[in-house]
Every structure is written in structure tokens, then in C-alpha cells.
């Protein structure tokens, strides 16, 4: 998987229409599908913390 530096890099126009879309709200939706294959929506938070983007959820809570 690409880090966010290497995405900002390789594709500094579409990276830069993202950080734009993400910096525009302090909340997000987080799409994503549990282990039995049934989807989830949860509320996230965006921030840039230099090179690294990092997202916000409630503790031991899974997004990968």
C-alpha cells in the first residue's frame, strides 16, 4: 500500500482534490464491510498530521 506521501507525489493533482474534499469538513463517513461481509458506516474525523493522514474513531474500534 502507497503511503499518503507517495500518492501526494505520484499524483499531486488527484491528491490535492482529496485533501481539499477532506479539509472542507472536520467529520466524515467511513465506509467499510465487517468480517461476515455486511456493511458499516461509521462517523470518522480527518486530520493531516504532516506527511501522514490520520483518521479518528472511538477506541478498539476496527477499520481495517
Known amino acids: 500500500m502507497a503511503t499518503r506521501q507517495q500518492f501526494a507525489t505520484e499524483?499531486?493533482?488527484l491528491?490535492?482534490?482529496v485533501?481539499?474534499?477532506?479539509e472542507a469538513a472536520r467529520r466524515h463517513?467511513?465506509?467499510t464491510v465487517r468480517k461476515d461481509g455486511s456493511?458499516?458506516?461509521?462517523?470518522?474525523?480527518?486530520?493531516f498530521y504532516g506527511p501522514d493522514l490520520v483518521l479518528?474513531?472511538?477506541?478498539l474500534a476496527r477499520k481495517a
Not at 19 to 22: F, I
Open 11 to 13: 499524483a499531486p493533482e
Open 15 to 17: 491528491a490535492a482534490l
Open 56 to 59: 479518528g474513531s472511538m477506541w
Open 39 to 47: 456493511p458499516r458506516v461509521s462517523g470518522t474525523e480527518v486530520d
Open 19 to 22: 485533501r481539499a474534499r477532506l
Open 29 to 31: 463517513v467511513l465506509a
